[in-house]
């Protein structure tokens, strides 16, 4: 490649597609987390990392398209996240005194 | 030098999304988690979505991450056990998480060939002006569902993290 040419890339700033692939890779590492590991903590961060990706590419999109709509899906996806950890947080609580374990190979009931 | 930005904070965000699910205890979980988010905020910014970065640092990387960590240091949670799993789900994990990244980069290509570029500074309807006027037109209404699941998320919090009376 000409140097010229090498300059011109540097300049033209970063394929839509790259953040798209971002965006992938770390969802596809959420789902890895939610799968794998074991403690139900570390699951839900998992979940939290899977929302982050894909606000990413909301945003991505926001900006290919020129329009602020986008941003606002990410906003609202950021709301209802906060809801989730609030909720989700309070059920892991009352789980862990009901059964004292956070292992979700132990839960496997829903009544006790 | 958007390139150099975007490899670098890529790099940080893909590092520690790893290094989420690789840690064993909780709390190195939550500290990567919140590498990830202040990474992602940065990108936010080279898309020109300044206040959705800053919300991002403030709501996911301040509020939710210090509830996480408020749990865990509640239930003192510790190192995670190894447990036995089947034979066919320790080979076929892997493979399958890789065949879904795969099918997502794929279809990511092959649905926008020619999207374009993002470069810093391309689109400036990012603000809290642009952000706020379209939230007060456009999508009032989402916005007032929106406080009605957070009084929702309130009230259950509390009702399911109460000690129970006898």
Redesign the interface.
């Known amino acids: 490649m000409e140097p010229a040419d090498a300059l011109k890339l540097l300049n033209s700033g970063v394929p839509v597609s790259w953040y798209l692939t971002l965006s992938a890779i770390l969802f596809a590492v959420g789902v890895a987390g939610f799968l794998f590991r074991r403690n139900i903590i570390t699951v839900f961060m998992c979940i939290e990392l899977m929302l982050n990706a894909v606000n990413l590419s909301f945003i991505t999109f926001a900006h290919q398209h020129r329009q602020a709509s986008g941003q606002l899906f990410a906003f609202f996806v950021m709301v209802v996240a906060a809801a989730e950890a609030a909720v989700g947080l309070a059920i892991i609580l009352t789980v862990f005194r009901n059964r004292s374990t956070l292992n979700i190979d132990e839960i496997n009931t829903l009544k006790n | 030098?958007?390139?150099f930005f975007?490899l670098l904070f890529?790099f940080i965000?893909?590092i520690a999304?790893?290094n989420?699910?690789l840690q064993r205890h909780?709390i190195s979980?939550?500290l990567s988690?919140v590498g990830?988010?202040a990474s992602?905020a940065v990108?936010?910014l080279?898309?020109?979505?300044e206040?959705?970065a800053m919300?991002?640092l403030i709501?996911?990387a301040g509020?939710?991450m210090v509830?996480?960590v408020f749990?865990?240091m509640?239930?003192n949670?510790g190192t995670?056990?190894r447990?036995g799993r089947s034979w066919l789900s320790q080979v076929l994990?892997?493979p399958a998480?890789?065949a879904?990244?795969g099918l997502?980069?794929f279809f990511?290509?092959k649905v926008?060939p020619n999207?374009?570029?993002?470069?810093?500074g391309?689109?400036t309807?990012?603000g809290a002006k642009?952000?706020g006027y379209?939230?007060f037109t456009?999508?009032l209404l989402?916005f007032e569902v929106?406080s009605i699941?957070?009084l929702?998320?309130?009230v259950?919090?509390?009702v399911?993290?109460r000690k129970e009376l006898d």
């Open positions: 030098m958007d390139i975007f890529a965000a893909v999304a790893v989420v699910v909780p979980s939550a988690l990830v988010m992602l990108l936010y080279l898309l020109g979505a206040f959705i919300a991002q709501v996911y509020a939710i509830l996480f749990v865990i509640l239930l949670a995670e056990e447990s994990g892997v998480i890789v879904l990244l997502l980069c990511a290509y926008f999207a374009g570029f993002v470069k810093f391309d689109f309807g990012g642009e952000i379209a939230l456009e999508y989402p929106t699941l957070i929702i998320a309130i259950g919090a509390i399911l993290a």
